[in-house]
């Protein structure tokens, strides 16, 4: 009996906290209002194309310097991704927040986002858009990024 109850109380935690991180999700929506400026650099969506920055369909879950249609990163950003998996929640907030302190020679001369809930928000947004630029589930994209 007490195994039982450990494992209904384990599968009822575990629903718990999958609740919660789903709850934790930004706002996609709000987090378009936010990409407004990245928009001088970067593109995402049907048609997107790169510009001064890579386009961003399907960032979320891909691998950091992945090939985005025949962008040249920098060399510094190279040599910084060339360990990173994927582009997941924690590592689009770290380069989200100040993208010279992650990679001082990078090409991106944005200072960063400072709140959180933009953060969030503006993942959400990241993860709401598939390689070809539809629609996805972002919930599901950062989950499977996560795992990566």
């Known amino acids: 009996m007490r195994i039982i109850t450990l494992v209904l109380a384990g599968a009822a935690l575990g629903y718990a906290v999958g ?3 789903a709850q934790e999700m930004g706002d996609p929506a709000a987090g378009e209002k936010i990409f407004n400026k990245c928009k001088a650099c970067h593109a995402i969506g049907e048609g997107a194309k790169n510009r001064i920055g890579p386009e961003l369909n399907g960032i979320v879950g891909d ?3 992945a090939d985005r249609g025949g962008y040249k990163f920098s060399k510094g950003f190279q040599d ?5 998996t994927a582009w997941n929640e924690t590592l689009l907030t770290q380069w989200l927040t100040n993208p010279r302190a992650v990679v001082k020679t990078t090409k991106m001369a944005f200072p ?7 953060l969030k928000n503006v993942i959400a947004y990241l993860a709401s858009f598939d390689a070809k630029g539809g629609k996805q589930d ?11």
Request: glycine share 6%; aromatic share 4%; charged share 30%.
């Open 19 to 21: 609740a919660a991180s």
């Open 80 to 84: 910084w991704a060339a360990d990173k």
């Open 63 to 65: 691998k950091p310097g």
């Open 112 to 118: 960063g986002l400072k709140k959180d809930a933009d």
């Open 138 to 148: 972002p919930a599901a994209a950062l989950k499977a990024a996560a795992s990566k």
